[in-house]
């Protein structure tokens, strides 16, 4: 059962235009919502995050939306650059609990 | 050192094997997390401690896979009767334990577990 998916495995950009990221989830007792950005034999690292109280969160160039009517979350990346290349990661939490992640993303930002 | 350090990065073992992974989480935080990642797939959770006892080891996937924290720092997964299944990318996180713990979890570079 997954409970986070996200259903575009790779997306590919060109370099200043926007990257939009998807993640759906299916646990209404989700609270929290992370994004995490993974290069090649590198863990993942913590990127942005939004509480379940609010619908928008933004940091420099990526903004976080929730839409919880719709258990949707989405990441923008704005302007993209290529150095955003990776595998991005869509994470889901309840209160303090485990993370549980999506299949990932791998975005290309190409010149 | 300043981040997650895992140990080895490669592990290759024969099919029926005893493994054990090492995570050295950053000084001072009291959360640590195993998840495995496999190919194509996000990290999978296994276990998660808070200082040197199991919080919630729901993620075990049986009784082959245990995991230690004796003095509430470094842990160690143990894996008995490799499988070939086994193979994946043991990810380990550490974070302060406080607040909105899985904000502030860093992630190690991982070990890459083959099983042949």
């Known amino acids: 059962d997954q409970q986070v998916k996200q259903n575009s495995p790779s997306l590919s950009v060109q370099e200043g235009r926007i990257s939009i990221l998807n993640c759906d989830y299916t646990n209404s007792m989700f609270d929290y919502f992370l994004w995490y950005k993974k290069y090649p034999a590198e863990g993942p690292t913590f990127l942005i995050s939004?509480?379940?109280?609010?619908d928008k969160n933004e940091d420099g160039r990526f903004t976080v939306f929730l839409n919880k009517s719709a258990k949707h979350l989405s990441l923008h990346i704005v302007p993209s650059q290529p150095g955003d290349s990776a595998v991005y990661f869509c994470a889901a939490a309840r209160n303090t609990d485990k993370l549980i992640f999506g299949t990932g993303t791998r975005l290309q930002v190409f010149p | 050192g300043a981040g997650v350090s895992q140990t080895p990065s490669n592990k290759v073992t024969e099919k029926g094997k005893y493994v054990e992974l090492r995570c050295d989480p950053i000084?001072?935080?009291?959360?640590l997390y195993w998840y495995r990642q496999s190919l194509g797939q996000g990290p999978e959770f296994l276990i998660y401690f808070q200082g040197t006892g199991a919080a919630d080891d729901s993620g075990l996937p049986n009784d082959r896979f245990f995991a230690v924290r004796p003095e509430g720092s470094v842990s160690t997964l143990k894996i008995q009767r490799t499988e070939r299944g086994d193979s994946a990318v043991y990810l380990c996180?550490?974070?302060?334990?406080?607040?909105?713990?899985?904000?502030?979890?860093?992630f190690g570079q991982g070990t890459r577990l083959t099983v042949v």
């Open positions: 000084s001072g935080h009291t959360a």
């Open positions: 939004i509480s379940s109280i609010k």
């Open positions: 996180a550490s974070s302060t334990g406080q607040g909105v713990m899985n904000t502030e979890a860093f």
